[in-house]
DNA sequence: GATGAATGAGGATTCATTCAT
DNA sequence: TATGAATGAATCCTCATTCAT
């Protein structure tokens, strides 16, 4: 699954680097051209998922040329790893939006989980995509991860230093968190939309807040 | 990631069902073919993922000849499905072991999840291939993770009527864990092995038991 | 298509040479054995084609094992020959029961048509087999035409001599009332029976007796 | 054997229809290389038959790299298709230009099986390609039969209205007539062409004009 | 820039036939 | 004889990528 889903309060450091080829479109006709592939890449991608899509379906969803795709991309490889940049980029800028450092540490984590939730079910092409990176590029879908993780990380470090949460954290809880986040994302967003999200967030984070243990 | 592999204190109840085709061995010779062939595609598989495996290579790891394959499965999509099975049985058998019903809920939990962590960090190949699921075949990968948290939910539930854990357990509680687990496995026994299966399972174990909020 | 079939009047000259091979068998079981494997390859020739129909098929129809389909035969080619062979005797046995030398030239004609109308009704898969050896062993196809119009040619030769027939016969008017019968005989006895083989052969009859020209 | 083969006096109703699939060559160049695919298409499967063709020795004869072959059809049996289709028109365009109405019903018959059996022992590969598509492609088979015979029924009954063939005529007349041909032209024509077509004509056409009944 | 034809390596699958038991 | 496992040549088809216009 996408570290960048799994944390949508992340900050926009941004692994995004449009600059990967020499490809860069130098008149509007081209940038617009090059825009047309992505989203029908989008598309493609999302549905068919990246084996069975083809760079002949991507050019006809676009309405390009299959020659026009090569003009902008070196590879089916290379629009991959531009749009799961771009995706990662959306899901961070959608994050963004409801950081808010006035948020109690765990109370934090909350909202950004219940974010997260709305806007997986919203997008679930880009769930998809992201999450097929582990075996299409899995250095990409690595760094992902453990870029997330780390965002999670400071953010509880903080809360920490606050004496919002225990100050024994360590790297672990992080992933732990990040694992529940996306777990809960695929049932009860891609999978499903039978819950409300802030019901399945307010779940989690109970166990957060108290754990599992009968209260006294 | 595998629900199997995320519960390894699985019961046997099994989604195991090897009589898929017509083509089982009717010999002790033929039996003996069929498993090299299946430990073969284990290999190929989790090194090359399923995309980049070919029938080919599996039938030279397996020392066999190319038709052979045929004897014994349809096609690589076959030989997938019947690997997964093989392997999600495998990983319940190792997780069954572990099982004992005289330990208190939670304690059973950071047991299961340190075999898991134990059995993943040992093959590292299943967890791909289980992995891998989701995009191969996705009905399989989705009961196997929603038996999984079942089994997870149910094990709390029994947990919860004893007085050992809150009495408002629920589904989301299961897929909370199973996600912990499978996203530590990935990071701490995957990945890497830097830290101890047991400390790693004592961090995860102690959200469960009193979540984050710092100890009065 | 058939030869024979097209001449179910047909004398007992025999293409037909069991003997083909040294596989001949030498028990009664084995006589057994070969007579079912030809029955399924009967079945499977007429009911796939002989480019569709496989040896594992024939086998299973046959309820033997794949490798006793070598005990008895040298190979696909050498079954379907051997089959041919088979349903030719068949086809020319059941036309001979309806020879009879008193008959009048062309009353002989109308009788044969007839019988082969209802032959042909009656074992399609015969038809289908025999005519399908145009392209799989054109020289027995060829041979099963030229005996079958000359075993015509004879007999208008005959009735030539009685007075019976026009004295100019040649071999041409022999293939021309060949392909009159086989003709009739998909339309009328293998795509439909929508028709009484009586009245089609009266018809084809009408055509030898008198031509076409309207009556005076 | 061809319907169509068998009715060279066929007006240009056509069954031809080649915009069978989205693969329809967009410029000239493409134009080209299509048609030099079924040039050795042609030639593929007049000399080695359907069965043993292959799509490899298609585009070795047409010159082209393998993967072209796919640029312009979507598998052997459609090019198969096309090239029948492309076949029959060929004939059948043949035919027409042998069509004079102001012929005599027989007269016109003698000219049709004269003109086809020169069509036939020229272009032999096509014989057989059509004829073989009773095994590869039965629909088209019997549809180009069907409307064959339809085409010499309605001829005969014309004449019948003009008196100038019998008035009891129907379609079973018609199957006779192709059938006649269709051996005639098997035999004289694409086997030996020891005789002389329009001899060949004469004697099926003395059959259609007075029977074989000794001359009072 | 845009277009679409051409390329060919690569891979899955079939099945007649052989052979050891 | 019967059995069924093993073999591998043969073939269709896909599709990312290149290139001429």
């Not at 051209?33 to 760079?55: C, P, V």
């Given at each position: 699954?996408?570290?960048?889903?799994?944390?949508?309060?992340?900050?926009?450091?941004?692994?995004?680097?449009?600059?990967?080829?020499?490809?860069?479109?130098?008149?509007?006709?081209?940038?617009?051209?090059?825009?047309?592939?992505?989203?029908?890449?989008?598309?493609?991608?999302?549905?068919?998922?990246?084996?069975?899509?083809?760079?002949?379906?991507?050019?006809?969803?676009?309405?390009?040329?299959?020659?026009?795709?090569?003009?902008?991309?070196?590879?089916?490889?290379?629009?991959?790893?531009?749009?799961?940049?771009?995706?990662?980029?959306?899901?961070?800028?959608?994050?963004?939006?409801?950081?808010?450092?006035?948020?109690?540490?765990?109370?934090?984590?909350?909202?950004?989980?219940?974010?997260?939730?709305?806007?997986?079910?919203?997008?679930?092409?880009?769930?998809?995509?992201?999450?097929?990176?582990?075996?299409?590029?899995?250095?990409?879908?690595?760094?992902?991860?453990?870029?997330?993780?780390?965002?999670?990380?400071?953010?509880?470090?903080?809360?920490?230093?606050?004496?919002?949460?225990r100050?024994?954290?360590?790297?672990?809880?992080?992933?732990a968190?990040?694992?529940?986040?996306?777990?809960?994302?695929?049932?009860?967003?891609?999978?499903?939309?039978?819950?409300?999200?802030?019901?399945?967030?307010?779940?989690a984070n109970s166990i957060l807040r108290g754990g599992l243990l009968p209260r006294p």
């Amino acid at each position: 699954m996408a570290p960048a889903s799994a944390d949508p309060a992340a900050d926009p450091v941004a692994v995004t680097s449009d600059k990967i080829s020499d490809k860069a479109p130098r008149t509007e006709r081209g940038r617009k051209t090059r825009q047309k592939l992505l989203d029908a890449a989008a598309s493609e991608f999302g549905e068919r998922g990246f084996h069975e899509a083809s760079i002949t379906s991507i050019t006809q969803r676009a309405g390009t040329a299959l020659g026009s795709f090569y003009t902008y991309f070196d590879s089916k490889d290379e629009i991959y790893r531009a749009l799961v940049d771009h995706l990662s980029s959306r899901v961070r800028e959608a994050a963004r939006e409801s950081r808010r450092s006035d948020l109690e540490a765990l109370e934090a984590e909350r909202v950004a989980l219940t974010n997260f939730l709305n806007f997986a079910g919203t997008h679930k092409e880009i769930y998809r995509i992201i999450d097929e990176c582990e075996f299409v590029d899995p250095a990409t879908f690595r760094t992902h991860y453990e870029s997330t993780a780390q965002r999670i990380f400071e953010r509880l470090g903080e809360g920490a230093r606050k004496g919002e949460v225990r100050a024994d954290i360590e790297e672990a809880h992080a992933w732990a968190i990040m694992g529940m986040n996306v777990f809960l994302g695929l049932r009860y967003a891609v999978w499903s939309q039978e819950r409300d999200p802030a019901e399945v967030a307010e779940i989690a984070n109970s166990i957060l807040r108290g754990g599992l243990l009968p209260r006294p």
